[in-house]
């Protein structure tokens, strides 16, 4: 239990002023701007943008630069901030098969109409720290230009969906409404769309560990990625005053299509499935692939119950894995530990001298048994 | 909207795209070339809020929320009534108001042709862009083969 302290004002305001001195750091090197964080450390406004569960750079630049490079500081101040603002409304489901590409690539087909391409990756690098960085200026080679075409890049799964060997998603019901985690709190067990939800903003650490355990047993899914892609997609919104749908910008979005293995059988509705790839899916705000698949594989592993699957490993278990999965409630409880708890604490002690006592009292428990004995 | 016909709504949506992907800089310039003797009224105040992005199950099935992404909305009403609308990403108040006048303008025969002309140049601009950008990423293009088989 924590019990609330006074006092320490004096103290807390000269902690957050050298805060602020530290944050600055050397003096004599200029200042970061917020517009540099979002153009050169722009994975790191990613992440922030899909945890702190709000598309907005520079608001996520910002966060990143008050926070030291803390992500988590910043997905928290951004998750502040969000609470502050009026909801206008929801947009229209964003239509990722549009996608403006800029990387897509599938481990499953080779010969995909609109190719595989490869985009800005840190794949086939060799992660050799390039020591040409840390010398003043950062000249760079302009991109090479290839040719754009306007080939159509559909989803992989549409491709081979024809032969019912890949799971369909059953055709929506526009009538159904949509989980929305941030109005109405989970109760287990929960429905598709509000764990994906939960795990588009969940850690990335999380949930890339969780995934792993999938791969390593825990729930084995037998994946294959079945396409990854990355890229720009428009957002529309039907304000109620104009009854259509206004373009209101783009968003990038990273898209995960994960493909696994099923031998068939009953569905737990009762429903019987043939033996074909069932499906998870992964998709998160700005780039992130690492993200991207940790949300499908877990996404898929969390269905073992629709599947009729035996659930034996953490990453099935849905109030195991989208109660611990938000980082700024765990940060949040974590961390709290770290306040005053001395109330509590001489309890704790009070209760522990009493035992203590009790103990040195009674006899030791060898001597005991050899009393035993001897009667 | 009702009775407006599609092809309508659609050139409006085309505008309003234009708008919503320029620099805002560009917007007021436009504004102020076209509506100098022009008395514009806020409808309501311009705002900044949240709008939360969907997606589909698998790409294709049923909706589920993302997260959200900050909106400025602006609406506005000319001199003879004319009512004008944006909504943007972003929190940029300023360019959402701008887009807004620009909607409204767009609406009246009059100067719709003045609004057309003027997003011209930057519908050119913007496409310029994303044409750059989809070439650098066309160079990244990559044919893989499979070795063992020694075919393709």
Redesign the interface.
Known sequence: MYVAVKGGEKAIDNAHRLLASKRRGDTSLPAISTAQIAEQLALGVDRVMAEGSLYDRSLASLAIRQSRGDLIEAIFLVRAFRTTLPRFGASEPVDTGRMQIRRRVSATFKDLPGGQILGPTFDYTHRLLDFALEAAGDETAEPAIGTASDEATPRVVDLVGEEGLIEREPAPDPDAPVGDITRTPLEFPTERDQRLQVLARGDEGFLLGLAYSTQRGFGRTHPFVGEIRFGAVEVEFVPEELGFAVPMGTVELTECQMVNQFHGGQKAGGESVPPQFTRGYGLVFGQSERKAMSMALVDRSLRAAEFAEQQSAPAQDQEFVLSHCDNVQATGFVEHLKLPHYVDFQAELGLLRTLRQEYEAAPAPAEEAMREAAE | ?DGMEAET?KAR?AA??IC??APRGELEALVSDLVSDETVSDLRPT?????????????????????????S?A?VSLSDGTAG???????DGQKARAAAILDALWQRPTTRSQVEKGLAPIAERLAAK??R????????????F?MTRGDN
């Open positions: 909207m709504v949506q309003m795209r919503a992907n705002e900044k809020g949240l709008v939360m992005l969907r997606g589909r199950i698998g790409g294709e099935g049923a909706p589920f929320n993302v997260g959200e992404a900050s909106v909305r609406a609308f944006a909504y943007h990403l972003g929190r994303a044409k950008e989809a070439e650098h990423t066309a160079a990244t293009r990559v044919e893989f499979t």
